[in-house]
């Protein structure tokens, strides 16, 4: 999953692919240079990795609108020139991890071994804080549990991981203290037990407030090391923190401090370190609270290039919003064309295709087209555009008692949306997917030339993308306008309005249909098979089926010819209130394993729907009952199982043939629980003087103090057989409880 974000000169560099009967551009997907390099989503704890002539950044993710530490998912992200940054999305969560059951917190990745290793802390289920290690072959994932358990289990955060040029390899980690282990060769395992780092003023500077911590480290450390000298950066002196470092002729101390590099500055009280060296500059990587609506606990990821001192020194750093400047330039004569199918090994079409980089005078710029992301935008993009109808009659019933019904209905086209819609074909003996280009074992090549493909394997996807040269598995977005919204109500209300006050009841029937409820340009957005939008039409987002309002104020008639002490008191009195019932919103049921015979895993794993499992229907897949009973199983786990696989012989013996198929479930097929509120208000009324009034008001919002339970936070049937599943548990309430407001208001 990727997004586009332009520099501020609204200039792209991008690489045109052509295709010879196309003229659609492909366009990388970029990232801006300002600082916050990312600036759709909040990131945090940026890690970065230098490999094959790449910037790969592993980062945690921010939920939005968080008030903690409130973390799901890890993020990665790439440049070649550290100003133009693509997003591959999230090859790793604490779903990731059977045993983890929250705080994706900061790690780091690293390459040994043709794998890379990503280390990262979790809180497990037990409540503990451990490190655990995901790997993948690829460094953009997706990654695996490498253990199938916690490497490290001591309550200790903030894994940082170096291999020194003996082949040895050192994993430090720490909060409040900094520990370190020796990493065996196979980085899953260490030899001896953790050790523990003195952590002494000299090493470490000094912190004055807090006898329990004299020194100024506070937690994630950045180990490594350049010119045979060992730097450990840290974030220091929580709150709010400042990095600094020390360094150490060996890689286990002693450590001297050496000082500030980035003072407290930006919008978060927290900061954590990344530092690198590539095509001869060195960057150094950071996190603050810039972006709207950003602070400590909604970060984003910035970066500085900088130059060490002669002798090794770091300079101080200031956050800038400039971002550092581009690396490298793109030759303009490069013209890149799309890589040629040649066959598969051997023949046999469940393997992994052979592609060559297309050659001659109109492509003298090879590129490995298959390998990089590409987006397409519509060259007409269509601004989008709303209907709207509305009939409405108004009877009065006498005594001042008005009934309106209306019909009212909008119909929008011309929508955003995002998906892949060059995913990988259904290839099948009755219907195979047939390439051209090349026979199947990639003897005869031209035109003229075929291969046909049966089977959905892992290693043909690839092939079967719909664009032959394109990476239509996981590796292609569009950017289109085609999709559209349908409302329509039956809307009606009972009025009554007179001297002393007003009544009405309002009662909404309506439905809101559309092909996806989101303009989200970053993640696609299409249901199941992108290929169209048809299994993403259903419920919106926001649909409510019913809708009841009733909203009064009453002018109290008592006492109306007292006088003196006894007006004062008892006369001026009204009340006012709103009370709402309405149903819930609707809320799909996903797989983020289905589907993967035609989008890769992890590709877009929100918009892929679960199954019911056999007999059940989406009647029996919701319980029954009170909800409040029913809150720790708001969906009947016996009613809904995973997307089937597509050949579950053939995968007993080859993982290859485990992909599976789209669920049978559609988008937005279920609806949360309904919810109420009860607002009231009581006002009193001083008149003081003919011009000088005095009003006092005592509002009770949420009156009963009742609760409504929003919809189940987790949906991914593949969380079911986890131990403790949160799956399809209600965690979260919406609104607000009762709440008690005074206020006092002088007129004059």
Same mark, same amino acid.
């Given at each position: 999953?990727? $997004?586009? #974000?332009?520099?501020?000169?609204? +200039?792209?560099?991008?690489?045109?692919?052509?295709?010879?009967?196309?003229?659609?551009?492909?366009?990388?997907?970029?990232?801006?240079?300002?600082?916050?390099?990312?600036?759709?989503?909040?990131?945090?704890?940026?890690?970065?990795?230098?490999?094959?002539?790449?910037?790969?950044? =592993?980062?945690?993710? %921010?939920?939005?609108?968080?008030?903690?530490?409130?973390?799901?998912?890890? +993020?990665?992200?790439?440049?070649?020139?550290?100003?133009?940054?693509? %997003?591959?999305?999230?090859?790793?969560?604490? &779903?990731?991890?059977?045993?983890?059951?929250?705080?994706?917190?900061?790690?780091?990745?690293?390459?040994?071994?043709?794998?890379?290793?990503?280390?990262?802390?979790?809180?497990?289920?037990?409540?503990?804080?451990?490190?655990?290690?995901?790997?993948?072959?690829?460094?953009?994932?997706?990654?695996?549990?490498?253990?199938?358990?916690?490497?490290?289990?001591?309550?200790?955060?903030?894994?940082?991981?170096?291999?020194?040029?003996?082949?040895?390899?050192?994993?430090?980690?720490?909060?409040?203290?900094?520990?370190?282990? +020796?990493?065996?060769?196979?980085?899953?395992?260490?030899?001896?037990?953790?050790?523990?780092?003195? #952590?002494?003023?000299?090493?470490?500077?000094?912190?004055?407030?807090?006898?329990?911590?004299?020194?100024?480290?506070?937690?994630?450390?950045?180990?490594?090391?350049?010119?045979?000298?060992?730097?450990?950066?840290?974030?220091?002196?929580?709150?709010?923190?400042?990095?600094?470092?020390?360094?150490?002729?060996?890689?286990?101390?002693?450590?001297?401090?050496?000082?500030?590099?980035?003072?407290?500055?930006?919008?978060?009280?927290?900061?954590?370190?990344?530092?690198? %060296? $590539?095509?001869?500059?060195?960057?150094?990587?950071?996190?603050?609270?810039?972006?709207?609506?950003?602070?400590?606990?909604?970060?984003?990821?910035?970066?500085?290039?900088?130059?060490?001192?002669?002798?090794?020194?770091?300079?101080?750093?200031?956050?800038?919003?400039?971002?550092?400047?581009?690396?490298?330039?793109?030759?303009?004569?490069?013209?890149?064309?799309?890589?040629?199918?040649?066959?598969? /090994?051997?023949?046999?079409?469940?393997?992994?295709?052979?592609?060559?980089?297309?050659?001659?005078?109109?492509?003298?710029? /090879?590129?490995?087209?298959?390998?990089?992301?590409?987006?397409?935008?519509?060259?007409?993009?269509?601004?989008?555009?709303?209907?709207?109808?509305?009939?409405?009659?108004?009877?009065?019933?006498?005594?001042?008692?008005?009934?309106?019904?209306?019909?009212?209905?909008?119909?929008?086209?011309?929508?955003?949306?995002?998906?892949?819609?060059?995913?990988?074909?259904?290839?099948?003996?009755?219907?195979? &997917?047939?390439?051209?280009?090349?026979?199947?074992?990639?003897?005869?090549?031209?035109?003229?030339?075929?291969?046909?493909?049966?089977?959905?394997? $892992?290693?043909?996807?690839?092939? +079967?993308?719909?664009?032959?040269?394109?990476?239509? =598995?996981?590796?292609?977005?569009?950017?289109?306008?085609?999709?559209?919204?349908?409302?329509?109500?039956?809307?009606?209300?009972?009025?009554?309005?007179?001297?002393?006050?007003?009544?009405?009841? &309002?009662?909404?029937?309506?439905?809101?249909?559309?092909?996806?409820?989101?303009?989200?340009?970053?993640?696609?957005? &299409?249901?199941?098979?992108?290929?169209?939008?048809?299994?993403?039409?259903?419920?919106?987002?926001?649909?409510?089926?019913?809708?009841?309002?009733?909203?009064?104020?009453?002018?109290?008639?008592?006492?109306?010819?007292?006088?003196?002490?006894?007006?004062?008191?008892?006369?001026?009195?009204? #009340?006012?209130?709103?009370?709402?019932?309405?149903?819930?919103?609707?809320?799909?049921?996903? %797989?983020?394993?289905?589907?993967?015979?035609?989008?890769?895993?992890?590709?877009? /794993?929100?918009?892929?729907?679960?199954?019911?499992?056999?007999?059940?229907?989406?009647?029996?897949?919701?319980?029954?009952?009170?909800?409040?009973?029913?809150?720790?199983?708001?969906?009947?786990?016996?009613?809904?199982?995973?997307?089937?696989?597509?050949?579950?012989?053939?995968?007993?013996?080859?993982?290859?043939?485990?992909?599976?198929?789209?669920?049978?479930?559609?988008?937005?097929?279920?609806?949360?629980?309904?919810?109420?509120?009860?607002?009231?208000?009581?006002?009193?009324?001083?008149?003081?003087?003919?011009?000088?009034?005095?009003?006092?008001?005592?509002?009770?919002?949420?009156?009963?103090?009742?609760?409504?339970?929003?919809?189940?936070?987790?949906?991914?049937?593949?969380?079911?057989?986890?131990?403790?599943?949160?799956?399809?548990?209600?965690?979260?309430?919406?609104?607000?409880?009762?709440?008690?407001?005074?206020?006092?208001?002088?007129?004059?």
């Amino acid at each position: 999953m990727t $997004f586009t #974000l332009h520099r501020s000169s609204k +200039r792209v560099l991008a690489l045109v692919l052509s295709l010879l009967c196309m003229t659609t551009a492909f366009l990388p997907v970029k990232a801006r240079a300002d600082n916050p390099i990312v600036q759709h989503v909040y990131t945090a704890d940026p890690a970065p990795l230098v490999y094959n002539g790449r910037v790969y950044l =592993y980062t945690g993710h %921010d939920e939005d609108n968080s008030t903690y530490f409130t973390m799901r998912d890890w +993020r990665v992200w790439s440049s070649s020139d550290m100003v133009n940054w693509t %997003d591959h999305g999230s090859p790793m969560s604490l &779903a990731t991890f059977s045993w983890a059951g929250a705080d994706a917190w900061a790690g780091q990745a690293v390459y040994r071994n043709g794998k890379f290793y990503w280390y990262v802390p979790v809180r497990m289920t037990n409540g503990s804080q451990a490190i655990g290690v995901g790997v993948s072959d690829s460094p953009t994932g997706p990654f695996h549990d490498a253990l199938g358990g916690p490497l490290i289990q001591n309550s200790e955060i903030d894994p940082t991981v170096y291999i020194d040029d003996d082949g040895q390899a050192y994993l430090y980690y720490g909060n409040p203290n900094l520990w370190y282990v +020796r990493l065996n060769a196979d980085m899953i395992s260490y030899s001896g037990s953790p050790t523990q780092i003195p #952590l002494t003023t000299a090493g470490f500077g000094t912190r004055t407030g807090d006898a329990n911590r004299p020194t100024l480290y506070e937690e994630g450390p950045w180990f490594y090391k350049r010119n045979g000298l060992y730097y450990m950066v840290f974030a220091a002196k929580c709150c709010s923190e400042f990095i600094a470092y020390s360094t150490s002729p060996g890689p286990t101390g002693p450590w001297t401090y050496r000082g500030t590099i980035m003072p407290t500055q930006g919008s978060s009280f927290t900061n954590h370190p990344g530092v690198i %060296d $590539f095509n001869g500059g060195s960057y150094f990587f950071y996190h603050n609270g810039a972006l709207p609506g950003g602070g400590g606990f909604t970060r984003s990821v910035a970066v500085e290039k900088f130059s060490y001192n002669a002798d090794g020194t770091i300079p101080t750093i200031n956050m800038t919003t400039a971002g550092a400047p581009q690396a490298g330039t793109l030759d303009p004569t490069f013209v890149p064309c799309l890589q040629v199918f040649q066959g598969f /090994p051997n023949g046999d079409t469940t393997q992994a295709a052979n592609y060559v980089s297309a050659s001659g005078s109109a492509c003298p710029g /090879p590129l490995p087209s298959t390998l990089i992301f590409g987006l397409q935008v519509p060259r007409h993009f269509v601004v989008p555009s709303t209907q709207q109808w509305n009939l409405t009659v108004q009877r009065a019933l006498g005594k001042q008692w008005v009934l309106e019904v209306g019909y009212i209905g909008t119909h929008a086209v011309h929508l955003r949306e995002t998906r892949d819609n060059l995913q990988s074909q259904r290839a099948s003996v009755s219907s195979p &997917a047939v390439v051209s280009g090349a026979n199947c074992d990639g003897s005869s090549v031209g035109p003229a030339a075929t291969c046909s493909i049966t089977t959905n394997t $892992f290693g043909n996807a690839v092939a +079967r993308s719909r664009v032959q040269g394109i990476n239509g =598995y996981a590796g292609f977005q569009l950017f289109a306008n085609d999709a559209y919204s349908h409302y329509h109500s039956l809307q009606t209300s009972l009025s009554r309005r007179w001297n002393a006050g007003y009544f009405q009841a &309002a009662y909404t029937f309506s439905k809101s249909t559309d092909a996806t409820s989101s303009g989200n340009t970053a993640f696609n957005t &299409a249901f199941n098979d992108e290929s169209t939008l048809d299994a993403s039409r259903g419920l919106s987002d926001f649909d409510r089926t019913h809708r009841f309002v009733v909203s009064y104020r009453y002018d109290l008639p008592f006492y109306k010819g007292e006088t003196g002490w006894k007006a004062a008191v008892l006369t001026g009195w009204a #009340l006012s209130g709103i009370t709402i019932f309405q149903s819930g919103t609707p809320f799909s049921v996903t %797989d983020s394993g289905a589907g993967s015979a035609f989008l890769g895993l992890g590709f877009t /794993p929100g918009t892929l729907s679960g199954s019911l499992a056999s007999g059940s229907t989406l009647a029996t897949a919701v319980t029954k009952g009170d909800i409040h009973n029913r809150i720790d199983g708001y969906l009947n786990v016996n009613a809904l199982t995973t997307a089937p696989l597509l050949y579950p012989a053939q995968c007993l013996t080859d993982g290859n043939f485990c992909t599976t198929d789209f669920g049978n479930l559609g988008r937005n097929v279920f609806r949360g629980p309904y919810q109420q509120n009860w607002d009231f208000g009581l006002i009193k009324n001083f008149k003081l003087t003919e011009r000088q009034s005095l009003r006092f008001t005592t509002d009770f919002f949420n009156i009963w103090n009742h609760t409504n339970f929003g919809n189940p936070t987790l949906n991914d049937v593949e969380s079911i057989p986890l131990s403790k599943s949160p799956f399809g548990k209600i965690i979260s309430t919406v609104g607000t409880p009762r709440l008690i407001q005074f206020s006092l208001r002088y007129a004059f």
